[in-house]
Structures are given as structure tokens and as C-alpha cells.
């Protein structure tokens, strides 16, 4: 019984139940926190602010001062209760044996088991309720009266007096049981928003999961290319190192031995001149002139090859020149180039056509992206306006790293590329491609594809089946690339020029159209 008394110590008046978070006014009185968090929220606008148990008013909104002691007792009570005291109730008359109650009376402030409750009086005002510990909160502390009404207006469980002539007089009051049905209804709404708002937080999550998968599967794909590109790089450093040290070795041993033969034949004309030195040497010892003059032409004696041929020998025999191996290290500096330019990420260059440039038989589509060969358009002719069918962009580049991509799969004639603004507009020399201010990727018909600088044009090898083409600019670099997008991407052609103007794309159309394709950030793998 004395844990039953504590218990009704630690109630909250407002809500009849065990303090939680338990706050303190300025008169003295302790709520749950959120209790009287409620209760001063329906008391704005009133003009003061009361205390649900002494009606203490204040004209500020009190501050709520946290009861710690109040708190601790809270939980060493909690922590400490038997369960069975917890979860049971006994029979308040059943003193020489616990008996569970079956009723709690809240007149009486009484629990009754089943045997006491067939003698316990029948009269309205024994009010019976389940089994309850809380029987001193449910009534009221001045009136001494059960708590049957709710006053809507200071959110307080008030009895019949207090209603009618006390401090709740004229405000809108409820039976308790109407008051929680409409809070549970109320609370109903809210858990049902609750559980949509829940409901779509779990959508989202399973939404941001799949995208987390998808993201590690892309992460994973893009492991694989990038570690087979490099396991490709490093077979390719292999061979080419064995081809290298090859090439050195065959060189090296083919000039020893003419150098060796060389030697050999030397050494056998230094013997014979050797003898003919001697033979002169004693020709000039003599003292008879007879003798001397009877000898053979000394000019036969000097009729020696001469030995600057075999200096040609040497040379025509090979050296460790490394111009011998050149094309070989070359293919070394392009899988360099392939490590610097092969692996990036960025988003495709958004551009758009310039309409004042295109040429009168070029069509430029509403969102600028396309040009397409037509009959003539009729453009007027001004400044800017190129004499052939050929449009270039609006946006120039003077830095960085940039690509942009063309769909040709509706042309079968077409030049691609890039421009200075400051390229002729008519004339022969105005054709990208044609002149030192242009850069282009060109083909006609089935023909292979061939890149044209200056009028200078280089068939490219391979004939290329493909409908989508990149050009990437390194502008620091200096370096304006074309490349197939098909599948491996293809490497066509790399020009490196000193740039001395902003560069623009450029479009040629011979017959049908080609699109500036648009593109979203992507790992850009150049082979």
C-alpha cells in the first residue's frame, strides 16, 4: 500500500498518470512537461496564464523549470516497483490476503474485488471504473468532488462545482468520456498522417536505396573499364619494352660484327702498308743511285685505298641511333597520351547553333541544335553569314577541357570540327577545313573518314561504322581530338597546334541533317 501511496504522489493532475519529464511553476506545482505545455498554449491570447491546480495567474507565459529530484524519484520508482504491482491491482478490503479488484470506486477512493463489490452501494455517485491506482486524482483538490467534466478552455479534468460556480463557470466544458473519444479522434488523425508521412519516408528510403545500388553498380562498371584499360596499358608497356630492348639488342649486334669485319680487314692494310713503309725506309738508306732508280714508281707504292671508305662502312652498317627505333617509341607517347586524356569526368559542353552564321541552304532547327540541308532559305546576306552550307556555335572556348558530340547518322556527307571567328565567310577559303583558321573530321559517302587541316588532308585507316562522333578540346594543351563513339570508343585523330584565338564548333552538312547531341555528367573514357 505504501507503494500505492507514492504512486498517486507522482501523478500528473492533468493527465492522472505517472509525471513524465516532470517541470516545475512558479507556485510550486509539478506537471509533465508536455501536460502544461498544452494547457499554456490553449491559455494564449486570454490575456493571463493560470495554474491548472491553484489558479495562480501571471501575465507572462511562465517559465518551466525542470524538477530533477522530482524526476530521480520518478525513476528509482520505476525502476524499483514489482511488476506485479505495476500490471495488477488488489482489493482495498482484502487486508489478510492480496484478492485482485474487479472495480475501483472513485468515491470511496477504493478498489473492490468481486465479493465487495456485490455489497458496495448502488447509488450515482459511487462512480465504478476498471481497477485504478489513481483514485485521489480523480477528484478534484478544492471541491473534493469526482472529476466528470474536461473545461476545453484551460484543458483541466474539473468536477460539478467546479463547472457551475467555480473557476471554469461559463467556459465550455465536456463529459470525460466525450472529451477522449474527440481526443482520440483527433489522435486517430494524427496517427493516420503519421503513418503516411512514415509510408512515404519509407519510399524515399527504398527510393534512395535502389539509387544507392544503382550508383555502386555504375561505380563497379566503371572499376571494371578502368582496370581492364589499365591492365591493356600495362601489357602494352610489356611488349613494346620487348620490342624496344629487341630493336637495341639486333642493332647492337649487327654493327659489332661489321665493325668487327672492319677491324679485321684494317688491321690485315696496316700490315701491307707497314711493309711498303719499310721498303721506302730502305730505299732511302741506300747509297747506290742506280739501285734507287732501277726501284718501281714510287707512286705505286702509294696506291693505297683509302681508308674514309671504311668509315661509310661503318656508318652504312648500322648505329644506336634512336631514330632507327622512332616509330616504336612513338607508339610508347601515344598509350602516355592515351593515360593523360583517356580516363575524365565532365558533362558534355551544352552549345547551340548561331543562326546568323548559317549558310543559305542550311535550316537551323528552334532549339538550335540541329542543322539540316534544305532548299534556300533565303537569309539575308551580312558579315557573319558563311557562303557555304556550314553553321557554326554560338559559345567560343579560350581554356580548358571541353567535348561536345554530333549524331551524323541522317548525313552521309558531313564535316565536323572547330573554327576561329575570325575564319573568311565567302570565298574558297571559307570551307572548314580549308584554311589555317579550321580544324575538321570529314566523310563522303562510303568513303573512310580523313581529318583536313589547311587543305591538308589524311585519310584515316579504317572505315568506321558509326553514327555518333566526339571532339574534345584540350585548349591549354593545345589538342583538338576526334573520336567514333562506337563500342570500344575509337581514337581518330589528334592535331596540337599553338591556339591563338577562341575556339568554336563547326558544322558542314552536305545532304540531310546532323544533331548536337546533349549530355549529362558521365565518366569520359578515351581509348
Excluded at 241 to 255: D, G, N, P, T
Excluded at 393 to 407: A, I, L, M, N, P
Aim: hydrophobic residues 30%; charged residues 25%.
Amino acid at each position: 500500500m505504501a507503494s500505492a501511496d507514492l504512486k498517486q504522489k507522482l501523478d500528473c493532475s492533468i493527465c492522472l498518470s505517472i509525471y513524465t519529464d516532470p517541470v516545475t511553476m512558479r507556485c510550486g506545482h509539478n506537471f509533465c512537461r508536455v501536460c502544461i505545455d498544452r494547457v499554456l498554449d490553449t491559455q494564449e491570447g486570454a490575456g493571463a496564464y493560470t495554474c491548472p491546480d491553484c489558479r495562480a495567474e501571471c501575465q507572462e507565459r511562465p517559465a518551466l523549470i525542470r524538477n530533477i529530484t522530482l524526476c530521480n524519484i520518478v525513476g528509482r520508482f520505476l525502476s524499483t516497483r514489482p511488476d506485479q504491482e505495476e500490471t495488477e491491482i488488489f482489493c482495498t478490503y482484502c487486508v489478510d490476503s492480496p484478492v485482485p479488484a474487479a472495480k475501483s470506486c472513485l468515491l470511496c477512493e477504493a478498489s473492490l474485488c468481486d465479493k465487495h463489490l456485490r455489497v458496495h452501494s448502488k447509488s450515482a455517485e459511487h462512480v465504478l471504473r476498471d481497477p485504478t491506482t489513481a483514485l485521489g486524482n480523480r477528484k478534484c483538490s478544492v471541491h473534493k468532488k469526482i472529476l466528470e467534466y474536461y473545461c476545453t478552455e484551460d484543458a483541466a479534468c474539473i468536477c460539478v462545482s467546479c463547472s457551475l460556480a467555480g473557476e471554469h463557470r461559463g467556459h465550455l466544458v465536456e463529459m470525460l468520456d466525450e472529451a477522449s473519444e474527440n481526443k482520440k479522434e483527433k489522435l486517430r488523425n494524427v496517427l493516420q498522417k503519421l503513418t503516411t508521412k512514415r509510408a512515404e519516408a519509407e519510399k524515399r528510403v527504398q527510393r534512395l536505396q535502389e539509387r544507392r545500388r544503382e550508383d555502386q553498380g555504375k561505380a563497379a562498371g566503371v572499376t571494371q573499364t578502368v582496370t581492364a584499360l589499365f591492365r591493356d596499358i600495362r601489357r602494352q608497356l610489356e611488349d613494346l619494352e620487348k620490342r624496344v630492348l629487341s630493336e637495341i639488342s639486333r642493332l647492337e649486334q649487327r654493327v659489332s660484327l661489321s665493325v668487327s669485319d672492319l677491324i679485321q680487314q684494317l688491321e690485315i692494310k696496316k700490315d701491307e702498308l707497314s711493309g711498303k713503309m719499310r721498303h721506302i725506309e730502305e730505299l732511302c738508306n741506300m747509297s747506290d743511285p742506280m739501285t734507287v732508280l732501277q726501284e718501281p714508281d714510287t707512286g705505286d707504292l702509294c696506291d693505297t685505298e683509302d681508308t674514309g671508305g671504311y668509315d661509310n662502312q661503318v656508318r652504312g652498317a648500322g648505329d644506336l641511333d634512336v631514330g632507327l627505333i622512332s616509330g616504336t617509341l612513338h607508339t610508347l607517347s601515344d598509350i602516355i597520351t592515351g593515360i593523360n586524356t583517356g580516363i575524365y569526368v565532365q558533362e558534355a559542353t551544352d552549345l547551340l547553333l548561331d543562326v546568323t552564321t548559317a549558310g543559305d541552304y542550311i535550316q537551323i532547327s528552334g532549339d538550335r541544335k540541329t542543322a539540316s540541308w534544305s532548299a534556300n532559305q533565303h537569309h539575308p546576306v551580312t558579315p557573319e553569314r558563311f557562303e557555304y552550307d556550314q553553321v557554326i556555335s554560338t559559345r567560343g572556348f579560350s581554356s580548358g577541357r571541353h567535348y561536345w558530340e554530333v549524331d551524323v547518322s541522317k548525313s552521309a556527307r558531313w564535316r565536323v570540327g572547330m573554327c576561329y571567328p575570325s575564319i573568311d565567310r565567302r570565298g574558297g577559303q571559307s570551307l572548314i577545313g580549308r584554311n589555317n583558321r579550321s580544324w575538321c573530321l570529314c566523310r563522303m559517302f562510303t568513303n573512310p573518314y580523313s581529318v583536313i587541316y589547311d587543305c591538308k588532308e589524311i585519310q584515316l585507316p579504317d572505315s568506321i561504322p558509326c553514327d555518333r562522333v566526339r571532339v574534345y578540346l584540350d585548349y591549354e594543351a593545345g589538342q583538338l581530338s576526334f573520336y567514333a563513339l562506337c563500342d570500344p570508343i575509337r581514337h581518330l585523330h589528334t592535331y596540337t597546334a599553338a591556339l591563338t584565338e577562341p575556339l568554336h564548333a563547326a558544322l558542314w552538312v552536305g545532304r540531310g541533317s546532323i544533331t548536337i547531341c546533349g549530355g549529362v555528367r558521365s565518366w569520359v573514357i578515351l581509348p
